[in-house]
């Protein structure tokens, strides 16, 4: 049973960057389909990125895409998502997780909240001036 951890949240300014890292523990994060997730005040869980286990495709959504970028360090049991150029509406809580179907959860076109059950306890993201 895989545990899951974020870390590199922080204060940032519009247009910086900050790298999130997901840390593994208990099992190798190679075996699990991984998703970043982030949720505002008031506002529904909003899936992000996801990067699938059984053939290393990747997902975007529209909000993220050209300036969000997921990668794995498979040496160091971690998942990070690099975000660049970053806005004020970005400010949330960044979450990483696994599915509880290995593979599931990650699409060319979307991903699936309802497919993940592991979850970090999540960093916050703030971005302000």
């Known amino acids: 049973q895989v545990q899951l951890v974020e870390s590199g949240g922080g204060l940032v300014q519009p247009g910086g960057s900050l790298r999130l890292s997901c840390i593994g523990s208990?099992?190798?994060?190679?075996?699990?389909?991984i998703g970043w997730f982030r949720q505002a005040p008031g506002k529904k869980r909003e899936g992000l990125s996801c990067s699938r286990a059984t053939d290393g495709a990747t997902y975007y959504a529209d909000s993220v895409k050209g300036r969000f970028t997921i990668s794995r360090d498979n040496a160091k049991n971690m998942v990070y998502l690099e975000m660049d150029s970053l806005k004020l509406e970005d400010t949330a809580v960044y979450y990483c997780?696994?599915?509880?179907?290995?593979?599931?959860?990650?699409?060319?076109?979307?991903?699936?909240?309802?497919?993940?059950?592991?979850w970090g306890q999540g960093t916050q993201v703030t971005v302000s001036s």
């Open positions: 208990g099992e190798s994060l190679g075996y699990y389909t």
């Open positions: 997780a696994a599915p509880f179907i290995m593979g599931y959860g990650c699409y060319d076109d979307k991903i699936d909240i309802d497919n993940y059950d592991h």
